[in-house]
């Protein structure tokens, strides 16, 4: 079954609505959230690819994607016994 970050990608999710003048981070525990990751993925306890590949196993379309994230982040790190 493809997955959104299969190569050639997915349709049916809409377009990407730019938001002009927004800010990058709707609240402060995005910014957290993204520095946790690349500080999880820099000391190795997990890759890029096998976050991509949490982000789809526990993705919810009602989240938003930095709720998505971090459930992502909790899974990967429950997995691998450090939480």
């Known amino acids: 079954m493809p997955r959104i970050n299969d190569v050639g990608g997915q349709d049916s999710f809409g377009p ?21 990751n690349r500080a999880l993925i ?4 997990y890759n ?11 993705m919810s ?3 938003s994607y930095y709720e998505n994230w971090f459930r992502a982040i ?6 691998r016994g450090v939480v």
């Not at 990407?16 to 981070?25: A, I, N, Q, T």
């Not at 820099?42 to 306890?45: A, D, E, L, S, T």
């Not at 909790?74 to 997995?79: D, N, S």
Request: hydrophobic residues 40%; aromatic residues 6%; charged residues 35%.
């Open 61 to 63: 379309h009602e989240s």
């Open 74 to 79: 909790q899974t990967l790190l429950k997995e």
């Open 42 to 45: 820099v000391r190795g306890v």
């Open 16 to 36: 990407v609505v730019e938001e002009l003048d927004e800010p990058p981070f709707h609240a402060d525990w995005e910014a957290h959230v993204m520095a946790m």
């Open 48 to 58: 890029l690819d096998e976050f991509r590949d949490a982000v789809e196993r526990t």
